[in-house]
């Protein structure tokens, strides 16, 4: 999909992920073990299941936070480099930093990294990324003055800055309103277009509307299902007749999956 | 009526005290009234202004060295895991010895001079700030934190833009109450041996009989105390704006 909004030269080499036998406990249950997982380079991966199946720690484990051990093992890169440092992460809350304006909050990564002021050419790509998100009138504005909706653009904003070829997406829109979050939707859609995204989800219609494949996870430990694949490119209409067809067959995987 | 209520409160307490003065019959030099206090500090402003400068000097001493101190001590033990394991517990038993009971060694050691009681307000400052300091170091938000290392951020990286603005609110907090416990530290080294500031002037005036001058210097104790919260908490707040008061009843 062609956009005027997403600069292309923005966009890193799409790089596909694959996961194979991940294994992972947490306080004595086995969330899952020998588990499979393909993230085809450059397209949108949705992934559902019942709360407490261990779609948030499969993310972090691809993500490689602290006591989740044994990532290199399990995931490789189609590139055959490695994943370090090529993943921005976007969750649930905004987790903006009250003490900084928006556009340093874009920049936050730079500052976080090189411990220094980012330089001119990061000042205009946050610029560039800010109006891209409808967020170019509150660059200066603090957090605490945007709403929920205007909140999680900056965070939209912040994860392109980061110009990662992967993008984990851990329910990034469930707090908000149904119309903001069908704005988002088409927004990230359109931003992130060229992005291998992984993006876990309580809501079939967003997985629906976003995905490339969606993929139901079950059972514990948890396997996933087989992945529904839309033929129209996202992001799909809600009342996209696909979309409306693979909703009912989706209900009831998550509904077989929670039992 | 944020500002009316202080002066009611103000004006209500001076009342009472003139009630009291006038029922009980009390002679001067046990409770003299408030109009003999004012009396005694204007007939002689200097040797309030005088005593007084020289305690409000040991309380800001005491707070930059205090602050300074805990600030250091709360970012080492939020760094250094070890520092942490061998200085919280030095810290918690520091404080099972009153303050007050080391005022006559600190004399003893550092003089009937200013230094005695600076060191007095500068440890009575340490704890209050080093404990809130470190307190909202060791709070952070996890997901700022998480965030951070997926923007794969240095553990310094992240106490330097994460862990300590997030912190600065609590170490806001431990500054205000401080403040308010300072003047303690400087006036109970002066009673214990000095020949100046307020506290000296107190007892030395006390042993006298002189009542309504020792009025007169508690009154400019307070109003130094009173000013110098104040002063204080406004520049905690200007600082980090970002933090909203928040009235959860109003809201």
């Known amino acids: 999909m062609t956009n005027s909004a997403a600069n292309p030269s923005l966009s890193p080499t799409p790089v596909g992920l694959s996961v194979r036998g991940a294994h992972l406990a947490w306080q004595d249950k086995v969330l899952f073990d020998g588990l499979d997982l393909d993230l085809k380079a450059g397209r949108w991966t949705c992934l559902l299941g019942p709360s407490g199946i261990g779609k948030s720690m499969l993310l ?63 000042h205009d790509q946050a610029c560039h990324l800010l109006s891209a998100t409808g967020l170019a009138d509150v660059a200066q504005a603090m957090p605490d003055t945007l709403s929920g909706g205007m909140r999680q653009r900056v965070a939209i904003a912040r994860t392109l800055m980061e110009d990662r070829p992967v993008v984990l997406m851990d329910e990034p829109f469930s707090a908000l309103d149904a119309i903001t979050k069908i704005k988002l939707q088409g927004l990230a859609a359109e931003l992130l277009s060229n992005r291998t995204v ?57 509904a077989e999956a929670s039992l | 009526m944020t500002f009316v209520r202080p002066v009611i409160i103000f004006i209500g307490l001076i009342a009472l005290w003139q009630i009291v003065v006038v029922v009980s019959g009390a002679p001067h030099y046990i409770l003299p009234g408030p109009l003999a206090v004012v009396e005694a500090w204007i007939s002689r402003p200097a040797l309030f202004l005088q005593h007084g400068a020289i305690t409000l000097a040991e309380i800001l001493l005491g707070l930059c060295f205090g602050l300074a101190l805990g600030v250091t001590s709360a970012l080492v033990m939020a760094y250094f895991r070890p520092a942490r394991e061998w200085l919280l517990p030095v810290l918690v038993i520091s404080q099972a010895v009153p303050v007050f009971a080391l005022a006559p060694i ?23 700030v080093t404990a809130a300091f470190h307190d909202g170091l060791r709070r952070t938000e996890p997901g700022w934190v998480e965030l951070a290392r997926s923007m794969n951020a240095s553990r310094w990286a992240i106490l330097r833009h994460v862990r300590i603005p997030a912190a600065l609110p609590a170490l806001g907090s431990g ?77």
């Not at chain 1, 993943?87 to 556009?103: C, E, K, Y």
């Not at chain 2, 600190?106 to 209050?128: D, R």
């Not at chain 2, 530290?185 to 009542?211: C, D, F, K, P």
């Open chain 1, 198 to 254: 992984l993006l876990v989800t309580h809501d079939p219609l967003e997985a629906l509307r976003l995905g490339h494949s969606v993929h139901v996870m079950r059972g514990r430990p948890a396997i996933l299902g087989e992945a529904i694949e839309p033929h129209a490119l996202p992001p799909r209409q809600v009342d996209d007749h696909e979309v409306l067809e693979h909703q009912g067959e989706l209900l009831k995987q998550l």
């Open chain 2, 106 to 128: 600190l004399v003893l050691w550092f003089g009937y001079g200013m230094a005695s009681k600076v060191i007095m307000a500068t440890l009575i400052i340490y704890f209050p």
């Open chain 1, 60 to 122: 972090r484990l691809i993500l490689g936070l602290d006591g989740l051990e044994g990532k290199s093992d399990v995931i490789s890169c189609s590139d055959g480099l490695p994943l370090d440092g090529r993943v921005a992460f976007m969750a649930q809350r905004d987790f903006l930093f009250p003490w900084l304006n928006i556009i340093d909050n874009v920049l936050v990564g730079r500052r976080l990294r090189n411990d220094n002021p980012p330089d001119a050419q990061a």
């Open chain 2, 175 to 251: 500054l205000r109450v401080a403040t308010a416990v300072a003047p303690i530290g400087a006036i109970v080294g002066e009673w214990v041996g000095s020949s100046s500031g307020l506290g000296y002037l107190m007892l030395h005036a006390n042993a006298r009989m002189q009542i309504d001058v020792m009025f007169a210097a508690l009154g400019t104790l307070a109003a130094l105390a009173i000013a110098l919260y104040f002063a204080i908490d406004f520049a905690v707040r200007h600082s980090i704006k970002w933090q909203p008061d928040s009235h959860p009843d109003e809201t």
